[in-house]
Structures are given as C-alpha cells and as structure tokens.
C-alpha cells in the first residue's frame, strides 16, 4: 500500500558540485539536478567533500551538523558532517582535513584511499541524517563514489535502516574508472576476505576497479545520454567494461543531461556584452562586435565566427581540428578557441594564430567569463568530440543563439539535429565518422548558409535557442527510476498529472477515429456505416493479441451493428440507383457496370494479401459470378443473393489478418462511385482501413441494387416489415437480411 505522507528520500553523492566546487560536466549536474528533484517533490541531501578550496563565503555559512568515526581497513578516521541549505537542497559536507585540504579535487598518489574513505562516509552517513530523513534512494556518481554500493551490501545488509535504502550509479564517462593496485583491497577497503567483493572488483590479475564494483553491486545503472547508453556496451566505447554492462543492460538507461535555463539566458546574463532574446537578436550583433575586437579579429558581420571552449584533448576531437584548420581558415571563416591541455595542441593553435592575423585568436587559459562571452557572440559552435557522454557546451551554445557543429557520438547527436535543407529542420549541423575532411565540410556547409541563405539561417536560430533543455525533464525521468524502485511510496499529484498528460492525445485520437467519416459526401445513413466500419476495424485489429473467446463476441457485436446499418444504407443507395437509372441510357448503364467489375477485381487483389489460400479461390469465384450478374440482362433474384452469400463467406477468413494494405485503396467511395455514375467527392483515411469482409460485401449490395427491369419484375413486393437480427447470428446470415431490404427498397419504388 502506498504511503500516502511519505517523500521520496534521496542522498545524492558526487565528489564535486557547483558552485562549490567544480571541473567539469559532474559539478554542473550535481549542482542542477538535486533542485529541479525538490521542485518535483522530493527530499534531496547532496554529500561532497569540503574541500580546502571550496569559497570562504559557503563555508562561512555551514554549520557543523555530526560527527563520527569511519573504518577504513585497519584504520577509524575522523568525519564531519557540516551543513548547509540552498534553494531548498540540504548539503552535508564531508569534512577530514587529511583527505580532503589540498589545493585540487583529484590527481594525488593516495586517490583511491581518499574516495573509497568518502564511500564509506556516505554509508555510515546515512545514519546521522537530520530527523525524519530515512534515505530511500542513495545515488552515486562515478568512481569517486562508486565503493558506496559495494560497502552498503556487504557492511550495513540487514540493519533495519539500510534495508529500504535503493543504489542508483550514474557514469559520467566511462573512461575514468578508478583502477588500483589490489592490495589497497585489504588495506584500506577491508574487503579481501568477501570472496564475492573480492571476485566482483578485480579486473586483472593485480588491479581492483571502482567502477566495476558499483555496475555490480547497484541496483540500478544510469548514464548522461541514451546514445551513450548503447555506445558504452560495445568495445569501442566501453574501456573495457562492456562486458558487464551487456551483462546489466536490463538495470542500464540513459537521461539526458540539463542545463541551468536561468543561469544561462541571453535575456539576462549579465556576463555579455548586450541581452538579447530569441524574438530580439540585435544584441547578439553587438555581442559579436565586442567579441572580435577584445580577440583581435577583423571586426565584421559578412564573416562567421566560429568559437571552440574545450579541454584541448584528442577526445575533444583536437586532431581534426588541427588537420581541417588550415582549410578552415583561408575559406574565410573567423575562429577562436579558448581552453587548455596537450601541449602539441596547445603550440598548434598559437602557430595558426600567427599564421592568420585577424582571422584565429587562441586563448590558451581557462577563463569562464570569456567562453561565456564566446558562446553569446559566435555563429557557429565546433565541438567534433572522439566520443562524447553528454556534452554541456553544445546546448549552452544552443540557449544562446550560436549554431553547433558536432559529431554524431553519444550526448551530442541526442541533442542536435542535424539541419535539413529541404525540410528547414534541425537546430545545428553534424557529422558521421571522426574524419577531418568530413567535419571540414560540415564546416562549410554551415558557412555557406549563413552567407548564401541569411532567412534560413535565422530560422535555424530560432529553433535551436527554443529547445527545451531544462532539467525539469531530466528530473522527472529520475524521479521514474526512483519509484519504480519504491512502488510503495506514492508520487506526488503534480509529477502524476504531468505523466497523464502525455497520455491524453492518445485516448483523443477515438473520438476523431468516428468523427471523421461525417466529412464524406453520401446520404445521411453512410456516415452511419462508415462510423461502424471504423469500429470493426479497430476491434479487427485489437483482438489479434487477445484471447480467441474475447474475438468471438467482438464480432458478433459488430455484425449486428453493421447488418442493421446497412440496411438503412442500402435504402438509401437503392433510392439513389432509381434516379440515377432514369437519367443514364442504356450504353452508360453498360460503361458503369463495366467499370464497377475492374473495381470489384482491385478490391479481392487488395484482400489477397491479408487472406489464406482458401480464400483467394473464393474471391476469384465471387468476381466470376459477379460478371456474369453484369453481363446477363435477365438474373434471377436467387442468383444475386447466392453471390452476396459466397462473398459473405470470404469476409471472415480475411478478416484473420488486419488488412492494413487496404489503407492504399478507398475502397468503399468506389463502388459507390460505379453505381451512381460519377465520382465521390471525398473520402477518408479511417474508412479504408476497412477489413476485405466489408469491401467484397458493399461490392457486391450495389450491383444487386443495379440489376435490369426484368429483374425487378420477378421480384414480388413484400410489406415493409423489419427483419429481425439476432445479436449472436453468424457473419453468414448478412445476405438474407440485405435481401430482405433490397425488397423493400423495390417496393417503394413500385409505389412511386
């Protein structure tokens, strides 16, 4: 039973978070995503160390919360929790001076005894949370927390408090896994005795892998894109461990990263030379003006700017860069790039730089007021990436109006959408294979749009900064992993109406489905049956995956509905045959007839897809007998009615398979269009899915109604009775009944 009072819970790991403390895409999400989980509801913690070089002002605001000893092999080290609130996330500081007061997160000798203490910090944690706060949900983020898992299921399984307590691990990128000697395994992690630890972190003969124990140990597995999602289980992108990722693809899912919308506005960044929106571009002009003279390029607005903020890394794609640049850059194209890394990369780009005054500027330092800058006064953004998890920097260029240009790996071809010329899609361009002639020519093909087609350009813009990449989205994903997880606890009414919503369109789709048929031209009883055709189609197609009993009485309900219907309709049609009958002479009443067979031929050829062997062989034999009730002047009654009773019988077998081919052929508006002599004037898409049992059998009703004089007068006019219709009468028993309402349309001609 649903807790009704409860919250979802969550601690939310991750050895960096802005804007305390931040490197890279990790910092950005744990800095974003526990606010947009509280917006939808929830309860968030978020556990990072207190690092050494976390701002004076945040630490001026934490207040010390806990503390306690932590195990560590054969060590009991200090740890303090200290807290602090911010737009309504609790953060809780991991404080141990001998760990974490150095001057930078990563890169030291004792790495994986510094974060596999932070591991077993956040385990032990979970017993000094504020009150009221029993942790449902403990969601790690890369190798740094990666140990958590592993220590909660084999130290804390089976204290009542660890009991409801689900793992989520989140990879952020693949590539940085937290390998080890094995001897920090009995050392440090005190595991070596577990012979299931032991066998589920090694990864060869004498290293440990953080990131192994979490894939195994977690309940559930997420990444930064759904592309990434897949790529990671192949050799190419998994590093190694693909493997067990194919082995836990079923606890594997990709969610695509967010951005902070408010922080990252053109309309209100105060970083930028001039505000601008999407309706209001100008200052995105003057952004570019301001650009070009601070870099020293030759300030002008017939050239495009083309800016990369990048690690200068070959997985940033930097080799293609370096091979493309050249041509990149006597094609006429500005370009500035601003970051650090491999020295090679680093001296090529100052020897561009010099090589084409005015058109490269390179800025070889790390400057987060400049790359904001960059993104609101480029054109064009290049981000050509090896592989890529998700990629920030191509949906903040994106919100600020600069057009990407990227590969398509992992977070970046989720993302953007490559522009279509003929369709005006797309909101950036891209590129298959990591090729330098390919992403030159992408290059130069969003070059010569900008110059060539400015309106389309625009328009491209315009698309790109209207995407939606808050992390409202992304949350409410999480926040599904997270009660599927806990079905016990209930969501709350605004995620669930948000959820419905989505499903609404679907159940509108019915209505339309019996509506649209009204639009068709013929009497007042056709909308009628072309209502009850649309029904059986659906209920045709339905049943397939039902039981074979609950088919059965489908069927039976609608042959009453339809048997009823269509001998109101075939009044009517019959009226309509008189006149028409009066007005055409004898070689037209000949030409429409003959016209009327070819259809008849075309609508059993559709069926015979759809039909079993037998069935082709009866509808060969109603077509036969159909052209002889055309050609012979003098047909007796019983002849026509045996040929509606043959093809009666073809329509259940076709009806085994929904015809879906018959979409292509209106099939009803012509045979309606040979008796009347002229065409329909419109038809609908609901009325062909109409099933071969309907077609033969409406085909069949007009050339009865059709027949000569002579048969009219061996037909003796009846009272105007109705016969009844048994709800559970055979799909046979039709042709008696529309027999029945030929007659009665006879005898109302007779007494006109």
Not at 404 to 430: A, C, H, M, W
Not at 519 to 545: H, N
Request: overall charge positive; charged content about 30%; aromatic content about 8%.
């Amino acid at each position: 039973m649903a807790e009704t009072s409860k919250k979802m819970q969550i601690v939310f790991a991750s050895a960096e978070c802005a804007p305390f403390v931040k490197t890279g895409g990790l910092g950005d999400v744990a800095g974003s995503l526990p606010a947009a989980l509280v917006r939808a509801g929830a309860e968030v913690i978020v556990m990072v160390p207190k690092y050494a070089t976390i701002k004076d002002e945040y630490k001026a605001q934490m207040e010390h919360f806990a503390d306690f000893y932590v195990s560590l092999g054969w060590r009991n080290e200090y740890c303090g929790l200290e807290k602090l609130e911010r737009d309504g996330v609790t953060y809780m500081f991991v404080d141990n001076e001998r760990y974490f007061a150095r001057d930078y997160p990563y890169g030291f000798f004792d790495d994986g005894e510094r974060f596999a203490f932070f591991s077993k910090a956040i385990t032990e944690s979970l017993q000094h949370l504020p009150a009221g706060f029993e942790c449902d949900i403990l969601h790690c983020n890369d190798w740094q927390t990666a140990l958590a898992p592993v220590f909660l299921r084999e130290f804390y399984q089976g204290l009542p408090l660890y009991d409801r307590v689900k793992t989520v691990f989140s990879i952020h990128n693949v590539a940085f896994q937290g390998q080890f000697s094995d001897t920090v395994m009995e050392d440090i992690l005190g595991v070596a005795h577990i012979p299931a630890a032991a066998t589920q972190l090694r990864c060869d003969a004498c290293s440990i892998n953080y990131m192994l124990g979490a894939l195994h140990y977690a309940d559930a597995i997420t990444t930064v894109s759904p592309t990434y999602a897949g790529e990671i289980q192949t050799p190419e992108f998994g590093e190694g461990l693909d493997g067990v990722l194919r082995e836990r693809s079923y606890a594997l899912q990709g969610i695509l990263n967010g951005i902070d919308v408010a922080a990252f506005d053109p309309a209100t960044d105060k970083r930028i030379a001039a505000n601008y929106t999407v309706d209001d571009r100008s200052g995105k002009a003057v952004c570019k003006a301001k650009l070009q003279e601070e870099l020293g390029l030759e300030v002008r607005d017939d050239r495009p700017l083309m800016v990369m903020v990048t690690r200068l890394t070959r997985q940033k794609g930097m080799d293609l860069v370096m091979y493309a640049l050249d041509r990149i850059l006597s094609g006429g194209v500005q370009v500035a790039v601003l970051g650090t890394g491999d020295r090679d990369y680093e001296d090529g780009l100052r020897y561009f730089q010099d090589k084409y005054p005015g058109t490269m500027a390179a800025r070889i330092e790390f400057d987060p007021a400049l790359s904001q800058r960059m993104y609101a006064a480029a054109d064009m953004f290049l981000m050509p990436s090896k592989f890529e998890p998700c990629g920030l920097s191509q949906i903040i260029a994106m919100r600020y109006g600069t057009l990407p240009i990227v590969r398509e790996t992992g977070g970046l071809k989720d993302t953007v959408i490559p522009y279509n010329e003929f369709t005006g899609e797309g909101t950036g361009f891209s590129f298959s294979n990591f090729n330098g002639d390919e992403m030159g020519d992408a290059v130069f093909r969003a070059a010569r749009l900008f110059w060539d087609n400015r309106d389309a350009w625009n328009q491209l813009v315009t698309q790109a900064m209207s995407q939606d990449f808050s992390w409202t989205r992304s949350a409410d994903k999480y926040l599904d992993l997270y009660f599927f997880m806990h079905p016990e606890i209930e969501r709350p009414a605004a995620v669930v109406d948000e959820t419905e919503a989505v499903a609404e369109p679907v159940a509108a789709e019915e209505p339309k489905a019996k509506e649209k048929p009204v639009e068709a031209e013929p009497a007042k009883a056709e909308p009628k049956v072309k209502a009850e055709v649309a029904l059986e189609a659906e209920d045709e197609v339905k049943p397939a995956a039902k039981p074979a009993a609950k088919k059965t009485t489908t069927r039976k309900t609608t042959t009453k509905k339809a048997t009823t219907t269509k001998a109101a309709a075939t009044k009517t049609t019959a009226a309509k045959t008189t006149t028409t009958r009066k007005r055409t002479t004898a070689a037209a009443k000949k030409a429409a007839e003959a016209e009327a067979a070819p259809e008849v031929k075309a609508e059993v050829a559709e069926a015979k897809p759809a039909a079993k062997a037998p069935a082709k062989t009866a509808a060969k034999k109603t077509t036969t007998t159909a052209k002889k009730a055309t050609a012979a002047k003098k047909t007796t009654a019983t002849k026509s009615t045996a040929a509606k009773a043959t093809a009666t019988k073809v329509a259940p077998k076709a009806a085994a398979k929904p015809a879906v081919k018959v979409e292509e052929t209106p099939a009803e508006p012509k045979a309606e269009a040979a008796v009347e002599a002229k065409p329909t004037a419109k038809t609908t898409t609901r009325k062909r899915t109409t099933t071969a049992k309907k077609t033969t059998a409406k085909a069949a009703a007009p050339k009865a109604e059709a027949m000569p004089a002579a048969v009219k007068e061996e037909t003796k006019p009846e009272p105007a009775k109705e016969t009844p219709v048994s709800p559970a009468a055979p799909t046979e028993k039709k042709a008696p009944t529309k027999k029945t309402s030929v007659r009665k349309a006879t005898a109302t001609r007779k007494r006109r």
